[in-house]
């Protein structure tokens, strides 16, 4: 059974930094892309960050660049979003979420949806 | 970026109701679309993807259709696990971007 686990949310004052973990199994972690999407309360979804399965492709939304840094462990089975310079509209759940193409080598163009989610981990950004 | 523009943003229905919700995109996404739905406390759950394909494990009152700008989801008899919020996303290119939501309630 694919389970996504997330860890590391709280509360962080306007400016701190944090780092959120997902922890994965029930797959093979290292063929899959991997993201982060973030849904403030009471509002939609938002996609933050995706990584490929190696690495080597790694993308993030406007609102996060520069800030958020997307990496992920495969000999873990982890993946990971360093969170800096936090603003009062980072509050929100952050969800890990799997791309469901299987990557069989290094150069795979992912699906860019989500099969599986984590249950979230709650970021609160507050003085 | 691609906007997804969702409609309604909510609507009331009651158990066996046909439910039609329609999402538009700001430009043309081919058949890169894909419907979620979410309940309240819960992590979104995928529906359908590529427009029209159902994911595993997924009722088949669930269908999408469209392509280009123009989508829809229908459930065609709802149930009352089917109350809840429902979001589109495109996955034509980053950044990935979804609707704004659609609340279904009794």
């Known amino acids: 059974e694919v389970q996504l686990v997330e860890s590391g949310g709280g509360l962080v004052k306007p400016g701190g930094s944090l780092t959120l973990s997902c922890a994965a199994s029930g797959f093979t972690f290292s063929n899959y892309n991997m993201n982060w999407v973030r849904q403030a309360p009471g509002k939609g979804l938002e996609w933050v960050s995706s990584i490929s399965s190696s690495s080597n492709y790694i993308y993030y939304a406007d609102s996060v660049k520069g800030r958020f840094t997307i990496s992920r462990d495969n000999a873990k089975n982890s993946l990971y979003v360093e969170m800096n310079s936090l603003r009062a509209e980072d509050t929100a759940v952050y969800y890990c979420a799997r791309d469901p193409r299987y990557c069989s080598t290094t150069s795979c163009y992912p699906d860019y949806y989500f099969d599986y989610w984590g249950q979230g981990t709650l970021v609160s950004v507050s003085s | ?106």
């Open chain 2, 1 to 106: 970026d691609i906007q997804m523009t969702q409609s309604p943003s909510s609507l009331s229905a009651s158990v066996g109701d046909r439910v039609t919700i329609t999402c538009r995109a700001s430009q043309s996404i081919s058949s890169y679309l894909n419907w979620y739905h979410q309940k309240p406390g819960k992590a979104p759950n995928l529906l359908i993807y590529a427009a029209s394909s159902l994911q595993s494990g997924v009722p088949s009152r669930f269908s999408g259709s469209g392509s280009g700008t123009d989508f829809t989801l229908t459930i065609s008899s709802l149930q009352p696990e089917d109350f809840a919020t429902y979001y589109c996303q495109q996955s034509y290119t980053t950044p990935l971007t979804f609707g704004g939501g659609t609340k279904v309630e009794i």
